[in-house]
């Protein structure tokens, strides 16, 4: 019962080959930073198929991430979660390392407007992982550039992720305003990138303080004009 | 935007070096740099390409010493013959040692340094991993995928905390917990909010550990005001549980593993809640849960089978012993329990033969090293011989392993703690043996003079033995000699004979080795005779010889911080004098509790060990 619906020798099979699955996507990922950082566009004539090596890489990465963080009962009692204090400044700077090359590569410009010592609870793995699902989303839609901001807001911290872009189309908005009701709302058929904002609003959900809890929400417009990933942490 | 070198905003990336990309992005106080590029760097992984990606990693970083293992059985190799600074370790290992059975067996054999990072690389977010289930927790965990950003972030973070926990760290190597809480008070002061709540938990501990659970829940009560931290809570509730206060320990414990199933330290604490109310079945069934959620822990599967063996639970008792021995296999933290356990599971099943053949096995694995554990060895393999054959309804066997035990007993003197002491007991008296037994009991009583659950027990097993009258009697005069030892120390100390009193309370010592209260007096004796006739190194040795011992025999004793905090003002320092306590009172030991309370144990830290066996690059 405490593993989820599946028999024991089914689980370590499962467990071990994501274990492998993460292995290969991590060598494949960081390879092609290793190349795409000694490399420029002048020098190497495939540099644009490796950057969008490179942006395929780390949406499959999110994808395999998002999958298993769902199969261990992710917003549910029976995942880990794992509650630690961190100073802002630290978690933006894994989010920054995380998209660096593949931001360069594109000619995107990240810009930041963040409180580095403000401290905040949370699972940090998890939220790194949706903060930078998010800046990979806008690699998508911007034109060149995104900006990352962090800060303090009434009863909370608000995360927000925009870009220049075009904004999300209609049925992503649709889908992030169905989040507070769950996995029902998200008609994962027609809408693939239902997936990684219905994950990252489990994740907010988890985090909980004085009967609040945390959210996300997508808009349009913004100061750079194009989509706003907002996430709220109490 | 065209060229991609520039395309980030120069302010959030520094710029493609490395070390630069490693200092905070946004212009915080200013820390130093670190000096990655000098250490040692050991990376464990059974993937070659991980173990290439990492390797990298850490040369982006200006690192050049770096080993690398594939295996458990490598990485001990490796770390027996170099003191590693930083330890990149995954915890799937395959076949052999995990990563977890690397790091303990790392701490315990002190092949870490107290400055080494030791980080965890995992699959995913295991159960081990969330706090609480481990009892030697990596510095740093990292799940997979490893992107060099993330790893160099956290390298950077772990090695910065590290550096403001150092002097507390030493203060806890050293056993001064009330200079390690004070430390913590500074550590605040020095660095804000940054690692408050570490720190917070430290002190908490540091309290915990010096007898003083009203400071430690003043602490966690004020953790808690900010954030609901499971550990805080779990805190509280231990402290409840400490002070008898069972029902409302369960109900806390209770509701953190509703909110988090995964806490696995709460169940280990709710079943003590419940053990404490008698209920033992319920404490049986939660020791289950938390078997299944953390199935590779060789404690955790030992205490069910020990709670299954008394519940009579003999398939369960049988599967947790079992299983307690294929983990051991890889760990330093095999121990003879899981043996005896299953010794006595097979009794039960009158497999009397296997019985005897883990009770030998046992006694092969365990009968040579050193320290108490391995010493007493032949004494608990023969007692639970003795109970093998009186469970399987073998009398004349049990009889004749009664008194091959006894005959050991009579032939060295030396005696095994208080509770094996009270196994052996129940056995001798089991299969009819009388003068032995009571001569053991007194010694248990002698140690144990103002336990009065202790003695009570003690009734008990003399009362089921038809020697009620006599064994009261014995209870009695068990404790008028302990009594007496205690006092004529405490006479010829208040008569300024101090040289006297040291003579005293050593001998007193050899005849009750296991009595804390004795063992807090001859230290007291000491520090005087030090205040008063100045400093001396083998007395100040002696003084924390006893209480090293102590801090075994009982942890979390209030009297035990007070004294070594005394021993540690008497060390001379030059600018410092040290400051003038209060006259101790021997006769009236501060700790006035009525019993020993159930104090979990707190894991030591490996004490500082110098670094001979580093290579010349």
């Not at chain 2, 458990?72 to 799937?92: F, H, I, Q, S």
């Amino acid at each position: 019962m405490e593993e989820p619906h599946h028999a024991p020798e089914l689980f370590l099979f499962l467990a071990s080959t994501a274990h492998d699955m993460k292995n290969s996507i991590s060598v494949l990922s960081g390879t092609l930073e290793r190349l795409l950082g000694d490399a420029s566009p002048q020098t190497e004539k495939a540099y644009p198929q490796m950057a969008q090596m490179l942006y395929q890489t780390r949406r499959l990465n999110d994808s395999l991430m998002q999958l298993l963080a769902l199969y261990k009962q992710v917003g549910k009692p029976g995942y880990p979660f794992d509650m630690q204090p961190i100073e802002t400044g630290q978690l933006v700077e894994q989010v920054v390392a995380l998209g660096r090359v593949l931001l360069e590569s594109r000619g995107i410009e990240l810009e930041l407007e963040v409180a580095p010592e403000l401290v905040m609870h949370v699972d940090e793995d998890l939220i790194v992982g949706v903060v930078s699902h998010a800046v990979n989303n806008a690699v998508h839609y911007t034109r060149d550039r995104i900006r990352l901001t962090v800060q303090e807001v009434d009863d909370g911290i608000e995360i927000r992720v925009e870009d220049n872009g075009d904004g999300f189309p209609p049925p992503l908005l649709a889908t992030g305003a169905l989040l507070d009701k769950g996995a029902g709302g998200i008609d994962f058929l027609t809408n693939s990138a239902g997936l990684g904002l219905y994950f990252a609003g489990e994740v907010a959900r988890m985090h909980r303080h004085r009967g609040r809890t945390g959210a996300v929400r997508l808009e349009n417009g913004g100061p750079l004009g194009g989509g706003c990933f907002i996430l709220t942490l109490p | 935007m065209t060229t991609p070198s520039a395309a980030v905003t120069p302010a959030a990336f520094p710029a493609a070096d490395a070390a630069l990309a490693l200092t905070p992005p946004m212009p915080v106080k200013v820390l130093e740099r670190i000096d990655w590029a000098s250490k040692n760097y050991l990376i464990v992984d059974d993937f070659i390409g991980v173990r290439q990606l990492l390797r990298e990693s850490l040369r982006s970083l200006g690192a050049k010493n770096i080993d690398q293992a594939s295996s458990g059985g490598e990485a001990m190799a490796l770390l027996n013959k170099l003191r590693y600074d930083v330890v990149l370790c995954d915890y799937n290992l395959g076949e052999g040692k995990n990563g977890q059975q690397v790091l303990e067996e790392a701490r315990v054999r002190q092949l870490l340094l107290p400055s080494s990072v030791f980080v965890m690389v995992s699959a995913e977010k295991s159960v081990e991993s969330v706090m609480g289930a481990a009892e030697h927790q990596p510095d740093a965990y990292l799940v997979k995928p490893i992107t060099e950003g993330v790893l160099l972030t956290r390298l950077n973070r772990v090695w910065r905390k590290k550096q403001v926990l150092r002097p507390i760290d030493q203060a806890v190597v050293e056993k001064d917990f009330l200079r390690a809480a004070r430390l913590c008070d500074e550590q605040i002061a020095a660095t804000g909010k940054t690692h408050l709540i570490d720190l917070l938990r430290m002190k908490a501990r540091m309290f915990e550990r010096s007898g003083q659970p009203a400071r430690a829940r003043e602490v966690y009560e004020q953790v808690l005001a900010q954030r609901e931290y499971h550990w805080a809570r779990a805190g509280l509730g231990k402290i409840r549980l400490a002070d008898g206060e069972f029902e409302q320990a369960r109900q806390m414990f209770q509701t953190i593993v509703a909110e988090n199933r995964h806490y696995i330290d709460a169940y280990d604490q709710l079943a003590l809640a419940y053990q404490g109310m008698g209920q033992h079945e319920e404490a049986g069934a939660i020791l289950e849960r938390a078997a299944r959620l953390s199935p590779n822990s060789v404690p955790r599967q030992r205490n069910l089978g020990q709670a299954a063996l008394k519940l009579g639970n003999i398939p369960l008792a049988e599967k947790a012993f079992r299983k307690c021995l294929v983990l051991g296999e890889y760990s330093i933290r095999k121990n003879p329990d899981a043996y005896l356990g299953l010794a006595r599971v097979c009794g039960m099943k009158n497999e009397t033969k296997d019985a005897l053949q883990l009770l030998l096995l046992a006694q092969r694995e365990f009968g040579s090293g050193s320290g108490a554990e391995h010493e007493f060895m032949r004494l608990r393999a023969k007692v639970t011989e003795g109970l093998v054959f009186h469970e399987s309804g073998d009398e004349r066997n049990a009889r004749r392993a009664g008194e091959e035990l006894d005959a050991m007993l009579q032939q060295d003197p030396a005696r095994p703690s208080s509770a094996i002491c009270v196994e052996m007991a129940t056995m001798l008296f089991a299969v009819g043996l009388k003068d032995t037994p009571s001569e053991v009991l007194c010694h248990v009583v002698r140690n144990n003079h103002d336990n009065t659950l202790l003695q009570d027990e003690i009734q008990k097993i003399f009362d089921k033995a038809r020697l009620q009258d006599e064994g009261a009697a014995m209870i009695r005069a068990a404790r008028k000699e302990a009594v007496d030892l205690m006092n004529q120390g405490v006479v010829l100390w208040k008569g300024g004979k101090l040289r006297e009193a040291v003579e005293w309370m050593r001998e007193a010592r050899t005849q009750v080795p296991d009595n804390v209260r004795v063992l807090f007096n001859a230290v007291q004796i000491l520090v005087s005779h030090m205040k008063q006739r100045g400093y001396d190194a083998d007395l100040d040795l002696e003084a924390r010889a006893i209480l090293e011992r102590v801090d075994k025999l009982q942890p979390g004793q209030g009297r035990f911080a007070q004294l070594m905090e005394q021993v540690n003002a008497l060390l001379p320092k030059p600018e410092e004098e040290a400051a003038a306590d209060a006259a101790p009172e021997p006769s009236k030991p501060a700790d006035d509790r009525p019993a020993p309370k159930p104090v979990s144990k707190p894991a030591s830290k490996p004490s500082a060990r110098s670094s001979r066996a580093r290579r010349g690059y």
